[in-house]
């Protein structure tokens, strides 16, 4: 029986060391910045301030800049609200991989 024990406490062990385990790290994010950018410049800047220095972003629709300073901000919980949008938001169909990029790229303003 101990040898049971030993080896699920060193199986849980490795899982977790190779970051593989099930926590959840809301900070992470798994997308490219740079492609997320560009996704950004042609989904969402019809409303948002997408990158600093641009124009006006349509009332409601807060700048980019301003999601990624927001105290609360992770990329994580952009992308599950992206993935069910709220009533002011259009549905964009973007993939996962997409939103995680567009996330990444708003987490990469953050200052």
Known sequence: MDIVKISVAAGATLLLSSGLGFAVDNDAHYGDPEYGR???IRWC?????VA????RSVPGAPPFA???QSPDFSSGRLARL????HPN???LGLSRQAIDDIAAYI???KK
């Open 45 to 49: 800047s019809s409303c948002h301030v």
């Open 107 to 109: 987490g990469s303003l």
């Open 66 to 68: 301003t999601i990624a």
């Open 82 to 85: 992206m993935l069910a949008p």
């Open 89 to 91: 938001m259009a549905k």
């Open 52 to 55: 600093p220095g641009e124009g």
């Open 38 to 40: 560009g996704l950004a």
